[in-house]
């Protein structure tokens, strides 16, 4: 699909979020190994989360789908059966990350696979500590790369320090401990995005926290009925829309806000950004607001260290909130994002010097100068949603038409994002 848009006078209104990615891919996998029937609300009906539920499904998880809600009639963590098929992941890195700590040391044999995007992403990170564990697995290149196949194996103990900041990594090993029969002890670098310790520990996982540390012991998992908030990676692309438009008004509601997945807030308000907050309420643990935001004179600013996986997936937006701010935004120790559904370095700074933007490309992020100007062109989405919808956002303001190749790109984490773009513009 290709999209030809352009800048609108007033961007206004008043609109709802959809659902976040990484808790409903959470929500279903973790009611489907435990044991009773489970409600999720408002789930994420995007393909990335689509492809969890079939990889369940194959596994013989007895799973229902009834408009923006899913029920889950888990029978327990050992409970899941050998597939006839290989378990196809589509684009989704939390599938195929999350799923290996699943059926890592499992009796039966299964694989894991994907699209052209997945069989290029890095595996053996996961592949590595669970083989420490005990579990059998192998995959191409050197066992970095799906397909993924798991042949048994018994799960024992771990003792680890992850090698980068990665909640996918992080979440493969919790849910392998919880089948080990000695427990596991991991270490984070940096804090990543906590959903599944928060999820688990609500279903009776045995999980301690100790700053960077986290201990799983094996444990049984009991369902439990999940209303999911609205994701804030994707609320970010209005947010930045509202901050960076002459003429802007932007309601957005039930926005999630853990506070290891917010850190764009922090870095808007500190750009200068025209930003309030209502109406803070709590789902099953994860709390969420409201958020008002309006045109703003924003300042460039620098985002480095431990705050990168705070933001990690909001750093393509971000780049285009650079464009428009004062000064310059620098953006370091964000290697991972090469590591993503594209390379989102280079692919963010080729796009945006093609449009005239002022951009540096560094190994490990990119150093922007505010011009507030940009210029059209046609550009490719890659595959990948975050791109696309950069791009989207980016038609807003641009001098000339943008023009997005492979458009339909964000129907993984968004699949009403044009629409709403449609109806916030005039
Ligand atoms: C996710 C974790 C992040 C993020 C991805 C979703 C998750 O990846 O980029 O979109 O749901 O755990 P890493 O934690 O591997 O960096």
Redesign the pocket.
Known sequence: MKFTLNSVSSLRGDINIPAD??LS??AVMFNSIASGKAKISNFLMGEDCLSTIDVLSKLGVEIQVENNSVYTYGKGLESLNKPNDTLYVGNS??TI??MSGVLAGRKFKSILDGDSSIRKRPMKRIIDPLTMMGANISANNNNDNAPILFDGGTLTSLDYDLP????????ALILAGLRSNDGITIREKAV??D??ERLLSAMGAKITINNLEIKVSSSDLFARDIIIPGDI?SASFWLIAGAIHKNSDIYIRNVGINETRSRIISVLKRMGANMTFYNEVDYSGEPACDMNIKTSNLKGTTISGAEI?LL??EIPIIALAAVSAEGETKIIDAK?LRY??SDRISLTVNWMKSAGAQIQELDDGMIITGTGNLNGGTFSSHGDHRLAMTLGIASLISNNNITIDNAEASNV?YPSFWDTLKNLGE
């Open positions: 990615k990484s891919h959470r890195g939390t990350r999350l980068v900041a990665s909640a996918q990594l992080k979440s990543s995005r959903h599944t990676s996986p990690i997936d991972e993503k559904e984490s």
